[in-house]
């Protein structure tokens, strides 16, 4: 089965609904002939415009400010999640053969950690949908973030009947996560690296202000160290969150530079909005110096995270050979993250999907990695 856009399979069958209701015809109470086409439409277009406000709800709810933020992770509020859970499960009723309303939701259940909640509406699309190949590879991959091994091969089995070219996307995320797993983390900049190594920056949001935030001043120390100790090696800075004005790429940059770093050796990569689109950019902008390993520098509850989604992101524009590995800033200490909790390992889970291409919302306007 080909790769098709949820959005636009519904589309398609919101034309083949419009087709057969056309040309119909119905009487009036006075017995005068009246179009039911144009009844029909009145009614879809009625069905139509709730669906809109209620994903405009949506999407107030998610861009809403308040939130909660770590060195680690920045997610919306459980409450703010339950709202877009709840608007688009009611846009859904109404327009049951949209697939990527039970997928936004479904995203929403997992932003409130409740990922057995998530897998019923995966569920429910295969309910009408059964070979739809993303439905198939959520199920394989959040069936194997709760241990369900056998439920997560199941579902790769289906992914090979369905969708054989999904397969090795799929066994690439969870042999990257297996190795996030085991990854011992350091706060050590190494002494010796390949002469094709890069090291990239990953970048925290800024202050209302335009400032750099404690923990985006920590990573740029460690980075910092990294750099004197691989002083051929390029550096990709990525961040373009914008506040006052100011992007974290180029900050990031300007900082790096005053204390001694060559400007020629860094890029500024100033769109990223997410840890998913700094992987993503950066990868090109690793590609384009020719880079064969990276060394990723974040805050230690946040860099596995970062590492997995940028040897996800390679994997489309760098060698076969391509590696990676970390360095932490230490924002707690590591022998508390010798092993992801829950809550950073569903992060993770969930970046990579994103990374491979499965956005997490896909109901416009809210549109999200």
Same mark, same amino acid.
């Given at each position: %089965?080909?790769?098709?856009?949820?959005?636009? $399979?519904?589309?398609?069958?919101?034309?083949?609904?419009?087709?057969?209701?056309?040309?119909?015809?119905?009487?009036?109470?006075?017995?005068?002939?009246?179009?039911?086409?144009? #009844?029909?439409?009145?009614?879809?277009?009625?069905?139509?415009?709730?669906?809109?406000?209620?994903?405009?709800?949506? !999407?107030?709810?998610?861009?809403?400010?308040?939130?909660?933020?770590?060195?680690?992770?920045?997610?919306?509020?459980?409450?703010? %999640?339950?709202?877009?859970? /709840?608007?688009?499960?009611?846009?859904?009723?109404?327009?049951? *053969?949209?697939?990527?309303?039970?997928?936004?939701?479904?995203?929403? $259940?997992?932003?409130?950690?409740?990922?057995?909640?998530?897998?019923? +509406?995966?569920? =429910?699309?295969?309910?009408?949908?059964?070979?739809?190949?993303?439905?198939?590879? *959520?199920?394989?991959?959040?069936?194997?973030?709760?241990?369900?091994?056998?439920?997560?091969?199941?579902?790769?089995? /289906?992914? $090979?009947?369905?969708?054989?070219?999904?397969?090795?996307?799929?066994?690439?995320?969870?042999?990257?996560?297996?190795?996030?797993?085991? *990854?011992?983390?350091?706060?050590?900049?190494?002494?010796?690296?390949?002469?094709?190594?890069?090291?990239?920056?990953?970048?925290?949001?800024? !202050? !209302?202000?335009?400032?750099?935030?404690?923990?985006?001043? /920590?990573?740029?120390?460690?980075? +910092?160290?990294?750099?004197?100790?691989?002083?051929?090696?390029?550096?990709?800075?990525?961040?373009?969150?914008?506040?006052? @004005? =100011?992007?974290? @790429?180029?900050?990031? =940059?300007?900082?790096?530079?005053?204390?001694?770093?060559?400007?020629?050796?860094?890029?500024?990569?100033?769109?990223?909005?997410?840890?998913?689109?700094?992987?993503? *950019?950066?990868?090109?902008?690793?590609?384009?110096?020719?880079?064969?390993?990276?060394?990723?520098?974040?805050?230690?509850?946040?860099?596995?995270?970062?590492?997995?989604?940028?040897?996800?992101?390679?994997?489309?524009?760098?060698?076969?050979?391509?590696?990676?590995?970390?360095?932490?800033?230490?924002? !707690?200490? +590591?022998?508390?993250?010798?092993?992801?909790?829950?809550?950073?390992?569903? #992060?993770?889970?969930?970046?990579?999907? #994103?990374?491979?291409?499965?956005?997490?919302?896909?109901?416009?306007?809210?549109? /999200? $990695?």
């Amino acid at each position: %089965m080909n790769r098709t856009s949820v959005l636009t $399979r519904a589309v398609a069958l919101a034309a083949v609904g419009a087709v057969t209701l056309a040309g119909c015809t119905s009487t009036s109470s006075d017995g005068a002939p009246t179009s039911s086409a144009a #009844s029909s439409s009145a009614a879809a277009r009625g069905v139509a415009s709730q669906v809109a406000a209620l994903l405009a709800e949506a !999407k107030d709810a998610f861009d809403n400010p308040t939130r909660t933020s770590t060195a680690g992770n920045t997610d919306k509020t459980v409450d703010n %999640m339950a709202v877009v859970e /709840q608007k688009l499960l009611e846009a859904s009723a109404l327009a049951p *053969y949209r697939a990527d309303l039970l997928f936004s939701a479904a995203s929403a $259940r997992i932003a409130q950690k409740n990922v057995p909640g998530a897998l019923e +509406l995966y569920r =429910k699309v295969l309910a009408f949908a059964p070979d739809d190949d993303d439905a198939h590879t *959520y199920l394989a991959v959040w069936n194997r973030f709760l241990g369900d091994a056998a439920g997560s091969a199941a579902e790769v089995e /289906q992914l $090979r009947r369905v969708a054989p070219d999904r397969v090795p996307e799929v066994e690439a995320l969870f042999a990257a996560i297996e190795w996030a797993v085991a *990854y011992t983390l350091t706060d050590s900049s190494p002494r010796i690296a390949p002469p094709t190594t890069g090291i990239v920056v990953l970048g925290y949001a800024l !202050k !209302k202000d335009g400032t750099m935030d404690a923990p985006l001043i /920590q990573r740029l120390e460690k980075a +910092l160290e990294v750099a004197r100790a691989l002083p051929a090696a390029p550096i990709v800075v990525t961040g373009g969150v914008e506040q006052a @004005g =100011k992007t974290e @790429g180029a900050l990031m =940059k300007d900082w790096l530079v005053e204390r001694g770093v060559d400007a020629a050796r860094i890029t500024d990569e100033n769109f990223a909005r997410t840890t998913v689109e700094n992987a993503l *950019y950066s990868s090109y902008a690793l590609a384009t110096k020719r880079v064969e390993h990276a060394i990723v520098v974040s805050s230690a509850s946040h860099v596995r995270r970062g590492t997995v989604d940028l040897i996800l992101a390679a994997r489309e524009n760098l060698p076969a050979t391509f590696t990676a590995s970390s360095v932490a800033a230490v924002d !707690k200490p +590591l022998a508390d993250l010798v092993t992801p909790s829950t809550d950073e390992l569903r #992060s993770i889970y969930r970046d990579a999907l #994103s990374t491979i291409g499965l956005w997490s919302y896909r109901s416009a306007p809210l549109l /999200q $990695r």
